[in-house]
């Protein structure tokens, strides 16, 4: 846990998004959904690229098709890509995010009565924020509630837990 930590933060702190990040992301955003994407740290951009990416490799390798989803394959990566969105109200550095990663571990997960303190909240609630800051536009109930609930995992579905393997990949 503690070296998977330390491969997070350098992770973190080398992120970069690359030619081929753009030509993938425009495959997949609207304008709109890039401007809202590239207000995003780096180091969060491409962790949501990397989960959209991996869930395209899970589609191609698993032969899945669009049949066998309640949503569109592209809509599953689009989430993929917006699913960490809330992240841009209150974004924490990779030092910020590390003490509290610590910190939560020695309050026993009690750092969440914190949440009046707004980095915090947005830790652990950078999923219902996104979810508000997307639901104003067209998007299908599954697509909003992928991202609403991709920490809670008391929801259960086929699409959700595509998005949520890509995500503990990543
Ligand atoms: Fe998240």
């Known amino acids: ?11 973190a702190i080398t992120a970069k998004v690359t030619e081929d990040d753009i030509i993938f992301i425009n495959n997949y955003l609207s304008h709109k959904e890039k401007e809202l994407f590239f ?3 780096v180091y969060d951009q491409k962790h949501c690229i990397d989960v959209a990416k991996d869930i395209k490799i899970y589609f191609q390798k698993n032969n899945i098709k669009n049949e066998d989803l309640s949503i569109l394959k592209n809509d599953l990566i689009k989430a993929g890509l917006l699913h960490d969105i809330g992240k841009i109200k209150k ?12 910190l ?3 309050s026993k997960g009690k750092l969440k009565n914190l949440d009046n303190i707004k ?49 503990d990949k990543n």
């Open 104 to 106: 939560d571990k020695f």
């Open 39 to 41: 207000k995003l740290k």
């Open 91 to 102: 974004n924490l550095n990779p030092i910020q995010k590390s003490i509290l990663v610590i």
């Open 1 to 11: 846990m503690f070296f998977y930590r330390v491969g997070q933060f350098f992770k």
């Open 119 to 167: 980095a915090i909240d947005i830790y652990y609630n950078h999923d219902k924020e996104g979810y508000k800051l997307l639901k104003e536009n067209n998007y299908s109930k599954e697509f909003l509630n992928l991202v609403k609930n991709h920490h809670n995992y008391d929801i259960d579905s086929v699409e959700i837990n595509i998005l949520r393997a890509s995500d």
